[in-house]
């Protein structure tokens, strides 16, 4: 059996509203695009909450409170790249970075806006799974999985979405 491998991405910004992404330096996802995030420490106990605010200080320098973040979906990805399982967490960040982080040994950073994203070199499952939901439900909540089987369409199911019934984003600037 293939256990889970649990991790959280963190959406952050800058007083721009620009995104801030990493390219990866290791895998998974080598080479690409994407939020920060990292693996929880499930010796510890970890939660989702408290590895956000751990990835985001051990990557960016950014300290964060649970009350800085929106936790607002999960995706179950099966057969990630064919060698097993990750259940992410999504976060919004509420708070935002001064200036661009150094470049380090997990990747160098980058601020985009949200157009230019689409036009990285980005994890093609994140094209499906992550920025679309990203687009719509940041504000409310959504749950997906996925079979990401190689040689085979990509599968998505939606597990559950809540909206916000507010007219305005509240995390972002």
Not at 74 to 87: A, D, P, V
Not at 102 to 115: I, K, S
Not at 159 to 166: D, F, R, T, Y
Request: charged share 25%; hydrophobic share 40%; net charge negative.
């Amino acid at each position: 059996m293939t256990p889970f491998k649990i991790s959280v991405l963190v959406f952050l910004r800058d007083a721009r509203g620009r995104l801030l992404l990493i390219k990866r330096s290791k895998a998974p996802n080598l080479g690409c695009w994407s939020p920060i995030g990292g693996k929880l420490e499930m010796e510890r106990g970890e939660s989702p909450f408290e590895c956000a605010v751990r990835e985001t200080e051990e990557e960016v320098g950014l300290r964060l409170a649970e009350a800085d973040l929106h936790l607002f979906g999960y995706i179950s990805e099966k057969n990630y790249e064919g060698g097993g399982h990750w259940l992410m967490f999504l976060f919004d960040a509420k708070k935002i970075l001064a200036e661009l982080p150094p470049n380090g040994e997990e990747g160098e950073f980058g601020f985009f806006n949200r157009a230019e994203i689409d036009e990285l070199a980005i994890p093609p499952t994140d094209r499906v799974l992550v920025w679309p939901w990203y687009d719509k439900h940041r504000s409310g909540f959504v749950a997906l999985r996925a079979n990401c089987a190689p040689q085979q369409p990509l599968d998505v199911f939606v597990e559950q979405v809540i909206l916000n019934k507010a007219s305005r984003n509240p995390f972002t600037t």
